[in-house]
C-alpha cells in the first residue's frame, strides 16, 4: 500500500465522522453547558477559583476538574459564549481516539484494516451522536481518548521495553483521574492485554491498580454521593440486568424507526442476533487459545461497568466507549470472515451492511436534532439578553415557557449563565410546565409573589412572553390580567422606551442611556386610574449642575389641575406620589404636564434642561 493510499485510509473514519456529525460542529450550548458555563459568573460573585475547580458536584457526586471545571472556565474565558471552540476541540480529540483505536485494532490482529473498520463501526454507531453534539459530552470524548493513549503506550513499552513509554502511559492515565471516573478501570484494560498476550508484563500493571483504589477510595468516602434521585448508587441484583440492557441498546438506535424503514421489532431482533453472532465468534475463537475477541469484548464490560450501579440514570451516550468494544470485536469477525473465502465473506458483509443502515441514520439524526435544539435555545437566549439590555436594572419575567425550553436552560440557570442575573418565570407561568423532582422543582425559578406585589406597580419588572424562539414583550397585558387579580390594577411606563414615545408631547429630549432630559415645560399622555384611591407617582433624578444653585421647584399638573409640587434640595434619585381624585377614574388619555422652577444649559449643549426623568406610574 503506497503512502497516499495510507493516508487515505487513516483519514476515512474522521471523514465519516464529520459525515456523520456534522450538525454538531455547529451545535451550541444547552443542558447541563449553562450549569457548568456559571462558574464565571460564580467567580464574578466572589467565589474563590479553588471552589470553583475543586469542590464536587453534589448532585452527581463528581468531581471533573478538567473535563468540566478548566474546560468550562478557560474556553469561555477566551472566547465568550461561543460554542465553536468547544465542538472544534472534541471532534479533533475524537478523531485522535480513531487513529489511536486503529492502531490499538491493526496492532492486536496484524491488520491495519482490520484497525480502520473498527474505527468505523465504532464512530457510526448512533450511541455517539450526543457527545458529538453536546459540549457536557465532552469528558467521555476525553476519557476515551487518554484511556486509548494510555494503553497504546502500554503495548509500546511491552513492544520495546522502553520506559519512556512506560511513563507516558502513567502520565495519560494519572490525568484521567482528572477527566472522568471511568478512567478507574484502566488497570483492569492493560491487566487484560497482558494476561492474553504478554503475561510477563502483568505485574507492571500491579501499581495501576493501587492509583485506582485510591482514587475509587477518595471518591466513595470524601465526595458527597446522592443518597436519591437518578444519580443515587445501588449495588444490588439490578447489576447484571442493567449491563445486559446496555449491550441491547449497543445494538438498537434510538428512534431507529423514524430514520430508517425497519419496523420496531427489528431493533430487539438485531440486537438477538448480532449478540449471538459476536458471542458465538469469541466463543469459538477463545476455544482456539485466540484471545483478541475476548480482549474486545472485555473492553465493552470494562468501560460500562462505573454506570451499573446507578439503574436509575441509564442513558444512551454512557456507551460512547463500550460501543468501541462492539466495534473492536466486529471489525475482527469480519476480518477473519474475509479471509475465509465468500462462504463467510457474505454473511460478514450483509451483517455489517445491517448495522450500518440501521446506525448511521439515526446518529445522522439524532446529531441534527441535537443541533436544532441548541440552536432554539441559543435564539431564545440572544433575544433575552437583548430584552435585558434594554431594561438593564429591571426584573424580566418570562410566560409561555414550554418544557423543552425551560429543561434544556432555564433549569441550567442558562440567563444567569449570560450575565443576566434577575430572570425569572412569572407568577402562574410555571402551570405549563411538566414537574421533574428528581432533576429539581420548577418553583425554584418562579418570582416570589411577595416580591412580585412591592416592585411590579413600581415598574421594576418587565413580563415577557415566549413563542417559539422570539420574545414578545406583554408587560400592558400581564399587568390587566394576571397581575390585576394578585395585586390589583397598576400602571407605568419608562420615558426611554421606544414603545412609549407615542405619549411624549413637547418638551422632552432625545433618549439617553434609559432616561430623558425636560425642558422648563414637558407633557405626556397617562391613562386615567382604575379605581378611586390609587396614587400617580414618578421616579427620576435631580442633576448635581442645576442643584447646585440652590433648590428647584417641581409642579405636575393633570389636565390643568395641580395634584403636586415638590421640592429638590439635592442632587440625586427622587420619587414622587400624590393621590388621584376620583374624577379621573376610568379616563382613557389624560394630559400630564411637569414645570421646572429653573433650567440651565450644559456646555457646548445649546439645549434648555431641566431635571431627568425615568418612569410614570399609577398604583
Known sequence: MGRSSRLLWWLLPPLVCLLLYWPGLWAWFQQDDFAWLNLAQDLREGKSL???????SHDQGSLRPLSERAYYLALPAVFGLNAFPFRLLAFLTQFGSLWL????????????????????????????????TWPAGFNLILCGFLLLLALHLFLRHIDTGRNIYLAGCWAAFLTGFGVLETNAVF????????LAFSRRSLWKTLPMFGASAIFTAMHVFVIPKATHGPY????????????????????????????????????????WLFTCTLLGYAAWQARRARWAPLCYLGWFVVTVLPVLAAPQHMSDYYLTLPALGVGM???????????????????????????VYSQAPAARGGSQWWHDRSQRGREWLMQLKAAHSQHPNKVILLTGVNDDLFWNAMAHHAPR????LHVYLAPGADAGITPHPELTGVHKFVYPLDRFAERFPLGEVEVYRVHGTGLEKVTDLYRRTTAAGLIGPVWWMDVADPAEEWRLKSGWHRIEGHYRWTAGRAEVEIPGPERAGQQFWTRGYGPDQLLSAGPVRVTVSLDGSVIGVWELNQAGDFEFRAPLDKRWVGKERLRLLVEVSRTMKLPNDERELGIIFGRFGIR
Open 50 to 56: 479553588w471552589s470553583a475547580m475543586f469542590r464536587p
Open 101 to 132: 483505536a486503529a492502531a490499538l485494532v491493526g496492532r492486536i490482529s496484524g491488520s491495519p484494516a482490520a484497525g480502520v473498520l473498527a474505527s468505523l463501526l465504532w464512530i457510526v454507531n448512533s450511541k455517539l451522536f450526543v457527545v458529538m
Open 187 to 194: 488497570p483492569l484494560l492493560a491487566a487484560g492485554y497482558a
Open 232 to 271: 443515587a448508587v445501588m449495588l444490588d441484583f439490578r447489576i447484571p440486568l442493567t449491563l445486559w440492557k446496555y449491550w441491547q441498546w449497543a445494538f438498537i438506535p434510538e428512534g431507529m424507526t423514524d430514520y430508517t424503514k425497519l419496523p420496531g421489532w427489528a431493533g430487539p431482533a438485531m440486537a
Open 329 to 355: 470485536l466486529g471489525a475482527d469477525a469480519v476480518w477473519y470472515a474475509w479471509r475465509q473465502g465468500w462462504r463467510l465473506r457474505a454473511p460478514a458483509l450483509a451483517l455489517t451492511a445491517l448495522f
Open 417 to 420: 449563565a449570560a450575565g443576566m
